[in-house]
């Protein structure tokens, strides 16, 4: 079946970089997400990365996909208080014909002066 | 445009009542999704609607009905509240649900309805 993994804590130095790590099952996945979730309110998408790339980078992220071992990663750059929120993976799966998307528990990643 | 809206945003039940969480969206998307999050187990797709008049049910239906009588709502029943239930709901649409190809689009995500049942 389907599962998306990832570590539930993460806690970094202001101004280091974070790498949050996930696994997905399903192979035949066409893109995967971050979603980023800050208190109290509901999931914004971050980045996505389309399966048949190794590598996105947008300013301080940069998603690393590695699909033989189904690993994917979110490195965020100078991480700043800011940063600080649930990160999601996600992957779609393909279910009836229609689109899901299949959400890991989560990593909370925490910011420290 | 308003996004994805969802109300109440905080709701207390008792055992056996029934209530209805209400989602809309203003984005014309034909998609839209209901969630509940709980600690430790990220977001699980309760049930989702491809477009008005058509629902289907995902990982964790029992206990919840939904309908789509409009492209813009998609409510969501709980017919007789029990503690389990207790959670925080996430609505979601996106313009492109249907074949592979086509998930740029991403999901926009209502601010959420932390429901307790006591």
């Known amino acids: 079946g389907e599962d998306v993994e990832q570590s539930l804590f993460l806690s970094v130095r202001e101004g280091d970089s974070s790498v949050i790590n996930c696994t997905y099952t399903?192979?035949?996945?066409?893109?995967l997400y971050w979603y980023k979730q800050e208190p109290g309110a509901g999931l914004q998408l971050l980045t996505y990365i389309f399966s048949n790339m190794d590598m996105k980078q947008d300013q301080r992220l940069t998603v690393l996909l590695n699909k033989k071992d189904k690993h994917l990663s979110l490195r965020i750059a100078d991480t700043q208080t800011g940063d600080s929120a649930i990160y999601f993976c996600?992957?779609?799966?393909?279910?009836?014909?229609?689109?899901?998307?299949?959400f890991g528990a989560g990593t909370r990643l925490a910011v420290h002066p | 445009n308003a996004g994805v809206t969802q109300t109440p945003k905080f709701q207390v039940l008792k055992t056996g009542q029934s209530m209805t969480l209400q989602c809309a969206q203003d984005?014309?998307?034909?998609?839209m999704s209901w969630y509940r999050q709980d600690p430790g187990m990220g977001l699980r797709l309760i049930h989702y609607?491809?477009?008005?008049?058509?629902?289907d049910q995902g990982e964790v239906p029992n206990g919840y009905n939904v309908s789509r009588s409009t492209t813009e709502d998609f409510p969501l029943r709980l017919l007789s509240a029990a503690p389990s239930q207790t959670s925080v709901y996430f609505c979601?649409?996106?313009?492109?649900?249907?074949?592979?190809?086509?998930?740029?689009?991403?999901?926009?995500f209502g601010p959420g309805t932390r429901l307790t049942v006591l």
């Open positions: 399903d192979s035949s996945s066409t893109y």
């Open positions: 996600a992957e779609d799966s393909l279910s009836g014909g229609y689109n899901k998307l299949i």
């Open positions: 984005m014309n998307h034909e998609y």
């Open positions: 609607s491809v477009g008005a008049g058509i629902t």
């Open positions: 979601a649409s996106t313009r492109a649900g249907g074949a592979r190809g086509g998930h740029t689009d991403t999901q926009y």
